[in-house]
């Protein structure tokens, strides 16, 4: 039985959060607190996560560690609420997937894979919901990203003008870093290699699996530098 009031859904998945970094662009902050315990308006940003992540009804959640991990595992060494959040050390930092070898028994067909640094709302049912119609192997959270260019652009053939555009904008989809991956797939990544997600999905594509986007318009923010973490702590006083 599902208590709509506490959960929005009971997604029969697991998820796995990134926390290995050192945050390296929020020093000095970082230098004695990993960034997923900095503080936002009294509690720590990785709870934010673990928290939306929770809602859902997603009870199997393992964060992989190596930067000062041992405040994140004594961080989770208490049950949050009736859920053990499960903490796994890689050995050397891996890159931004290839820590995911080691968490052991997994134990849904379909992963959830986040970092542990964004803040966003994305309605993660909507998201497996869209996976799942569309008979993805992977889907990728993405955001509209626009950029204007101030001057006229001039499009070319060899030397030859063809046309000016006049500060025009260009519209894309940049990735949120928040992955829906069919379990299996996981093992295509080397063992005990550095291995970025963007390589895994390289990989994929080459392999010919379905890979599609889920487009994400609400919030998103990632904490990289001191005024993106400024901007989050206002952003999650809105947040519900």
């Known amino acids: 039985m599902v208590n709509l009031?506490?959960?929005?859904?009971?997604?029969p998945i697991d998820a796995v959060i990134m926390a290995g970094g050192k945050g390296e662009r929020l020093r000095p902050l970082t230098d004695k607190t990993p960034k997923p315990l900095l503080p936002m308006n009294g509690k720590p940003i990785i709870d934010y996560v673990v928290g939306h992540i929770i809602s859902y009804g997603i009870k199997d959640i393992s964060i992989t560690v190596n930067y000062?991990?041992?405040?994140?595992?004594?961080?989770?060494a208490e049950p949050v609420g009736d859920i053990k959040v499960k903490t796994v050390s890689e050995p050397r930092y891996l890159g931004t997937i290839g820590s995911i070898q080691y968490v052991q028994n997994l134990k849904n067909d379909t992963v959830v894979l986040m970092n542990s640094d964004a803040i966003t709302d994305i309605n993660l049912e909507d998201?497996?919901?869209?996976?799942?119609?569309?008979?993805?192997?992977?889907?990728?959270?993405?955001?509209?990203?626009?950029?204007?260019?101030?001057?006229g652009i001039l499009e070319l053939n060899g030397h030859d003008i063809k046309t000016v555009l006049e500060k025009p904008t260009y519209n894309y989809y940049a990735n949120a870093g928040i992955y829906l991956i069919k379990r299996d797939l996981l093992n295509m990544?080397?063992?005990?290699?550095?291995?970025?997600?963007?390589?895994?999905?390289?990989?994929?594509?080459?392999?010919?699996?379905k890979v599609i986007r889920f487009p994400l318009n609400g919030t998103w923010i990632d904490i990289g530098n001191p005024q993106e973490y400024q901007k989050a702590i206002e952003l999650v006083k809105h947040l519900k």
């Not at 009031?5 to 997604?11: A, V």
């Not at 000062?68 to 989770?76: M, N, P, R, S, T």
């Open 5 to 11: 009031k506490k959960q929005k859904s009971l997604l």
């Open 68 to 76: 000062l991990k041992e405040q994140i595992e004594e961080h989770f």
């Open 127 to 151: 998201f497996y919901i869209h996976f799942k119609e569309n008979d993805a192997d992977i889907s990728v959270a993405a955001i509209p990203y626009s950029i204007s260019v101030p001057y």
């Open 189 to 209: 990544i080397p063992k005990d290699q550095f291995f970025n997600a963007t390589d895994f999905l390289e990989l994929a594509i080459s392999k010919k699996y």
